[in-house]
Every structure is written in structure tokens, then in C-alpha cells.
């Protein structure tokens, strides 16, 4: 098993959650260190910059997904493709508990290098809410 963060459309309830076949670690957990986090282009899609230390600590949910699932997930998030998300490992922690321990996890985030400015739709961003999910577009 392996520990998956979501910070967007992957999480419960929101537009791609259907792809995230993990079971949810109760709580809310944010990232140990700060990330620039946008919505970006006409289809408003939530990026987090592989950028730590600038931006904001991110809030989302923490998931055991198996190696299956994370295959999903990769392939949503377009895992090696030039324009797609890249799989690190970073620390979280629980939010309502700042001094716990921190749990090292999976997360899905943009190279800088991709985002252009204009593209910003909103941001920078702490979560990723049900209203910015409502200007969510899926790819076509």
C-alpha cells in the first residue's frame, strides 16, 4: 500500500474521486512545507508547483491506494508525459495536529517551468473548495 495526498479533483466527493479507488486516513492533513497551488487555464484545473518553500501550506486528504490504484492515478495525472503531473514524496501532517508526527506520502505536482502566468485562473491557494471544483473542466 502506499500513502496518496489529494489536494483536488481526486478527492472525496469531487470530479475525478471515481479514479481514486484508495481508502481515505481519517483527518485533514496538510503539507509539511508550503507550495505554490493555482487554477490554471480555461479548464481551471488545480495545480500544486513542485516548488516547496513558496506559496502556502496546502490542505487535502490522505489515502492507502495500492499499486493498481496508483497506476490509475498516474495515468490520470498524465505521469510522464511532458505536460503532465510528476509523482514525488513529501511530508504531511495531520492539520488539527501540528506538532504530530509527519507521513511521508505520494503527491501529484506541476513542474514551475510549465506554468505561464496568464494561464492563473485563481490562486495563490491553501485548498481546493466545492466552487473551485464547479469551474472544473474534464479533458476532452
Known amino acids: 500500500m502506499h500513502h496518496v495526498f489529494v489536494f483536488g479533483t481526486l478527492k472525496e466527493g469531487f470530479p475525478n474521486s471515481a479514479v481514486n479507488t484508495g481508502v481515505r486516513v481519517p483527518g485533514r492533513f496538510v503539507t509539511e512545507n508550503r507550495y505554490p497551488f493555482y487554477l490554471v487555464g480555461e479548464r481551471r484545473s488545480p495545480w500544486v508547483l513542485n516548488s516547496p518553500g513558496h506559496g502556502l501550506h496546502v490542505e487535502g486528504q490522505l489515502f492507502e491506494v495500492t499499486d493498481a490504484g496508483l497506476e490509475q492515478m498516474d495515468s490520470l495525472e498524465r505521469v510522464g508525459e511532458p505536460d503532465g503531473y510528476e509523482r514525488v514524496r513529501v511530508p504531511v501532517r495531520e492539520a488539527d495536529a501540528p506538532s504530530a508526527d509527519t507521513v511521508e506520502t505520494f503527491i501529484y505536482l506541476k513542474n ?10 485563481a490562486g495563490p491557494l491553501g485548498s481546493y473548495t466545492e466552487e473551485h471544483a464547479s469551474l472544473y473542466r474534464r479533458r476532452e
Not at 112 to 121: G, K, Q, S, T
Open 112 to 121: 514551475p517551468a510549465l506554468l505561464r502566468p496568464e494561464d492563473v485562473r
